[in-house]
Each structure stands twice: as C-alpha cells, then as structure tokens.
C-alpha cells in the first residue's frame, strides 16, 4: 500500500495543512493499492509563496543553468524509467508495454525535444526596425493535468516552464498520484532549486480553483474536460491571468474510397481503441464515403472483434480497463444511448468481455449508420467506442467533419495527395494525420475551437510560458 501523505513544496516533503484521504484504486481489480492525501487552498497558498519567492532568482537563471538542469532531470528519468512505468500501469490500467512504451516514454521525449528548442530559441533578438526583443518567463504558473496520461501532460507543463525560468505548483490528477509522485522526486534528485517546483495533490474544486483564482499565479495551464476548462477560466478571470487550455475532442477520420482500405480502416479502429480509448484526440468518428462503405464496415468489425482485452501487467499489445467505475458507467450509459437512438451495433455493445468480470473492462464498440446529430456522435465518450458515419461527397465529408464543437485532431485516409491538401486546409482542427502519419515531437499540439487555447510542444510550448519586453535603444544617456 502506497500512502502518500506528504505535498513536495519549498524543496522539501511536508505534511498537508488540510488533508482528506483519497484512495488509490487499481482499475483493472477494483483494489486499494494506497491511499493520497488531498489538499486545499492553504495548501496551494504555500506553495504559491513558495514558488513566488523562489521566482525572485530563478526568473533570473541563466539559459545554461536551466539547460543543466534538464539534463540531470533527465538522466534520473531514464534511470528510474521501469518505476515510472510500472506506475502508470497500476493507478491508470495501461497495459505494461504500453506504459512502457507510450506513456512513460514521452517523458524522455519531451526532456529532448525541450531542451533543444530553449538551447536554439534566443533570448534577446534584434527586430527588424531596430529594437530589441526579449523573452521572459512569465512567472508563477499553476499546471493542471488529468489521468488519461498523466506524465504527458505533466511533462508538457513542467518541463517548458522550468525551461523558460518559470516557478511551478502542478496539481495532478488525484486518480494518478503515483507518477506525479515519482516526477517530484526525480525533480528533487536532480537538483531542482527549492521552490522551483511545487507538487499539491487535490481535487478540482478543493485545489484547482484555489490555484486558478491566487492573485500570485500569473498563469494557469489545465488539460482535461471542456467543462472543467470553462471553470478555469473563469475562477481566472478576476485577475486577468493567462490561461491555456487542451480539452476535449471528437475527431473525425474521414475515409474516402480511393485509400488502401484494408490498411487504413483497421489502423483507424485499433487508434480509436488504443489507450482504451480514453484520448482527447482519438479518431473516434469515422466518416466514410458511400461507395465503400459496405467493406468498411466488414473490415471495422474484423479489427474490433480481432482486439485483444487484458490484464496490465501482461506484456503484449492488447487494451486495459477504463480508468474508474466513474468512467466505466459514463461509457455503458452512453453506449445505452446509442442503442436507443437506433445505430446498429456492429460490435461489442454494453457489458464486460469475457472472463474479464473483476476490474472496469469494457467490450471494444462499434456503432453504423450514426447520424451526426446523435448524442454518441456529439458527446466525447473517452472509452473503446467508434461511430461510423456514411457522406456522399467531399464537400459533405467536410461539412460533417467540422460539424462539431471541438476542433483538437482529424485524421483523413486517402491515396490522392492533391485531395489531402485540399482537404486538410479546410478542416478546422489543430492537427490533421493522413494516412496513419502521425506528428511528431516539437510539433504544436493544441485545437481550434471548444479544445482549447494554446499550443503545447515543442518552440511553441516554450512560448506559451513567456512574456515579450521589448525597448529601444539606449539613448543620449549611453
């Protein structure tokens, strides 16, 4: 049992000033594995005064004390690599080679994608008309991140605005304590000056409002859902502060008839599936044209009756369990809902698979001949579930691809270039994958629309945690 009883603030492990004990569940067996203890605004108020004080000196590092830094964070990351994995895989229900090589190795990734863009990104330019631009951290920031993957997001966060001379409280998902626990310590061995990088475990209404509303949190960085990022927002609207938001999606994957068929619909289904489901950016609504749209199906309900259900700790490429019961009942309900707005289930349906009774599995789902008006069509349902929409023509695939109030990814399957062009710059999201090409690290990640606010990754992540001075020459005086 893992009791985490201690918030990481000032440098130092210390007991909470409020304290409400939250268990640590394993999804997959529905066991206590340990207990987190949460905090509330006295809490964030000392880390906030923490990270405000250590600001004074640390705003002021150099480049190559940051960079340093980094380096070091990194090296106890890769040392401790197995522990973050084994992690995430207990508190989320990732299967361990996923976690592995996923989830927990996106933490590395972001170690070298950030510290490279801040070694290439000047600090003082000289501007075209002559004056001088500066980059500068923009201060005290409060970093929200969700469970779906916890050290994603936590590493998108942190690491940039460590990068940038920013000082940090990150209150992570109370559900994945475990990895954001093992984050601060690596931080800790690494040298991390005190107050730098705080770490308050908290719910959203206890802490996360708290921390978005402190008058001395210049910035509030939040992933999660749509409606909480609508409350972050607004808890920051009395002091101005900035906000970036990634939230939810539901993205289509707009198959036309001239692709590899029997390539791209199984990939489509087994990214929709991947994580089981529960990412903001997974194809979760497939669009197909008409005149293949009887072997798509055909081929849909092949790959969701070929994907494998299991056990995390098992090494091997299946999907795990939802990440909660609170999860696992959003998903049957919505399932249900399917059912009696009349799709047909071309697979799974409501239930558990097999054999898989214990822990919060669900049963791989496919629904046809969906109508884009449906509430499983509109409504983000963060489990193993895919919709299959017929269009007509390109200009109607289009249409029904934007017809939805978020905007974070779409993906498109085609073998003309010239369509994919042409259609890419139409579609009204944050990033576009054709044919299975994904993007890669240093490339914005962010959405258009109800998805949110900002870019993450990359030079772009870096510059969403600073602020722009710029001044002219120095005058008569000099």
């Given at each position: 049992m893992k009791h985490l009883d201690k918030f990481y603030i000032n440098g130092q492990?210390?007991?909470?000033?409020?304290?409400?004990?939250?268990?640590?569940?394993?999804?997959?067996?529905?066991?206590?594995?340990?207990?987190?203890?949460?905090?509330?605004?006295?809490d964030v108020d000392a880390a906030v005064a923490a990270a405000k004080a250590a600001f004074e000196t640390f705003g002021l590092s150099t480049k190559a004390e940051r960079l340093a830094l980094l380096e070091r964070f990194g090296q106890v990351m890769e040392r401790r690599f197995e522990e973050l994995a084994e992690a995430i895989s207990k508190e989320m229900g990732a299967p361990i080679t996923f976690a592995r090589e996923q989830?927990?190795?996106?933490?590395?990734?972001?170690?070298?994608?950030?510290?490279?863009?801040?070694?290439?990104?000047?600090?003082?330019?000289?501007?075209?008309?002559?004056?001088?631009?500066?980059?500068?951290?923009?201060?005290?920031v409060g970093l929200i991140t969700p469970w779906n993957w916890p050290i994603n997001q936590i590493a998108q966060k942190v690491l940039p605005a460590l990068a940038t001379g920013c000082c940090a409280i990150l209150k992570p998902s109370e559900y994945t304590p475990l990895s954001a626990q093992l984050f601060a310590?690596?931080?800790?061995?690494?040298?991390?000056?005190?107050?730098?990088?705080?770490?308050?475990?908290?719910?959203?209404?206890?802490?996360?409002?708290?921390?978005?509303?402190?008058?001395?949190?210049?910035?509030?960085?939040?992933?999660?859902?749509?409606?909480?990022?609508?409350?972050?927002?607004?808890?920051?609207?009395?002091?101005i502060k900035k906000v970036a938001l990634e939230l939810g999606g539901k993205s289509p994957n707009i198959v036309f008839a001239d692709c590899d068929l029997e390539t791209c619909v199984p990939a489509s289904v087994f990214e929709c599936f991947s994580n089981t489901g529960q990412s903001c950016n997974a194809p979760t609504r497939m669009l197909v044209e008409r005149s293949c749209y009887d072997a798509v199906l055909g081929l849909a309900q092949q790959a969701a009756e070929a994907q494998q259900v299991g056990d995390?700790?098992?090494?091997?490429?299946?999907?795990?369990?939802?990440?909660?019961?609170?999860?696992?009942?959003?998903?049957?309900?919505?399932?249900?809902?399917?059912?009696?707005?009349?799709?047909?289930?071309?697979?799974?349906?409501?239930?558990?698979?097999?054999?898989?009774?214990?822990?919060?599995?669900?049963?791989?789902?496919?629904?046809?001949?969906?109508?884009?008006?449906?509430?499983?069509a509109r409504q983000e349902i963060f489990g193993p579930v895919l919709v299959i929409i017929p269009f007509d023509t390109e200009e109607e695939a289009i249409t029904l691809a934007n017809d939805t109030d978020y905007g974070l990814a779409a993906y498109l399957q085609t073998g003309s270039a010239d369509r994919a062009r042409r259609v890419t710059r139409r579609?009204?999201?944050?990033?576009?994958?054709?044919?299975?090409?994904?993007?890669?690290?240093?490339?914005?990640?962010?959405?258009y629309k109800q998805s949110g606010i900002g870019r993450e990754g990359g030079i772009f992540g870096l510059e969403d945690f600073q602020e722009l001075k710029v001044h002219g020459g120095f005058g008569d005086a000099a």
């Open positions: 492990w210390v007991a909470p000033i409020e304290s409400t004990p939250f268990a640590i569940r394993n999804p997959a067996t529905d066991s206590v594995i340990g207990e987190v203890a949460l905090g509330g605004p006295a989830q927990a190795a996106c933490g590395l990734s972001y170690v070298e994608d950030f510290m490279k863009v801040l070694a290439d990104q000047p600090e003082e330019e000289t501007l075209a008309n002559g004056d001088t631009l500066l980059r500068e951290p923009i201060g005290v310590e690596f931080l800790d061995e690494a040298g991390c000056p005190p107050g730098v990088f705080n770490l308050v475990y908290g719910d959203g209404p206890g802490v996360g409002s708290a921390m978005s509303a402190h008058p001395d949190v210049d910035m509030v960085s939040f992933t999660g859902s749509t409606r909480a990022g609508k409350l972050v927002m607004k808890a920051g609207a009395d002091t995390p700790t098992q090494e091997g490429p299946h999907i795990g369990p939802l990440f909660d019961k609170l999860q696992y009942d959003r998903v049957q309900a919505l399932i249900q809902i399917g059912i009696d707005e009349g799709a047909t289930l071309l697979a799974g349906g409501l239930g558990k698979p097999a054999g898989l009774e214990q822990g919060w599995y669900a049963r791989p789902t496919i629904f046809a001949d969906v109508h884009n008006n449906m509430q499983i579609l009204r999201a944050g990033t576009v994958t054709i044919n299975g090409a994904g993007t890669n690290y240093g490339s914005p990640f962010g959405g």
